[in-house]
């Protein structure tokens, strides 16, 4: 074996460790937060393959689009991002709360960076009582983070027409604080219930600097057609 191959092969080996040694550090980090168990999420995560991972890292700036299956929502976001099966709800969210809002995620994609960062990217549909306010339904939000242990900071919000786009820091005592960027959009009620997208852009506080361009261009991507 040449001395070129031996190196390359060396820094496969130790792009691996580098990829397992971080999911691992993050499985320990990310618990619960919003409500939503992440012991799912991290097992799904443990699914994935090294080679799935190192393909994902080798991706160029080059960008798919997801699309609602009712149409109505589209969103653009990097081909480095890696979809994971999302069919076990009830595993994931309380189903407490699957069946108030009448929850049903659309996407959970992975994103992951060779230095260890991590990122999640989460579309959910829901259904609110026609009534309900966004300020009213961040602070349900905010309730139920807070009987799950976690304290919900909203950093900055801004509302517009019918959607509100936030910001929001959760910590919990002896965990990692965790930062997010979030969307509701509401679309045209339905009798009593008007239906929302949720869209969540998650990563821990120490990484959202890491990632908050990227964030803030998959959100301006974001379309919706009624």
Partial sequence: MSKVIKILVVLVIVLLLIIVLGNYFLQ?????????????????????SSEQILKSQ???????????????????????????????????????QIQKYNLTNLLLAQRFEISGEFAQLIIDQAFFDIQ???EQIIDEMQK??????????????????????????????????????????FLEPEENNKKAYLI???????????????????????????
């Fill in 28 to 48: 320990q980090q990310l618990k619960q937060v919003g409500g939503v168990d992440f012991s799912e999420i991290i097992s799904q995560i443990e699914g994935l």
């Fill in 58 to 96: 080798a991706e160029k700036e080059s960008s798919k689009k997801f699309i609602s299956p009712d149409k109505k929502l589209k969103i653009e976001y990097s081909l480095r991002w890696i979809e994971t099966p999302s069919e076990s709800l009830e595993r994931i969210v309380p189903n407490e």
């Fill in 132 to 134: 309900k306010s966004f």
């Fill in 144 to 185: 139920a983070n807070l009987e799950q242990g976690w304290n919900m900071e909203v950093i900055e919000s801004k509302t517009e027409n019918n959607e509100i786009i936030f910001e929001a820091r959760y910590e919990k005592s002896k965990s990692h604080s965790v930062y997010s960027k979030e969307k509701i959009i």
């Fill in 200 to 226: 969540s852009f998650i990563t821990l506080n120490k990484d959202w600097l890491k990632f908050k361009e990227e964030a803030n261009k998959i959100f301006e991507s974001v379309e919706i057609s009624q």
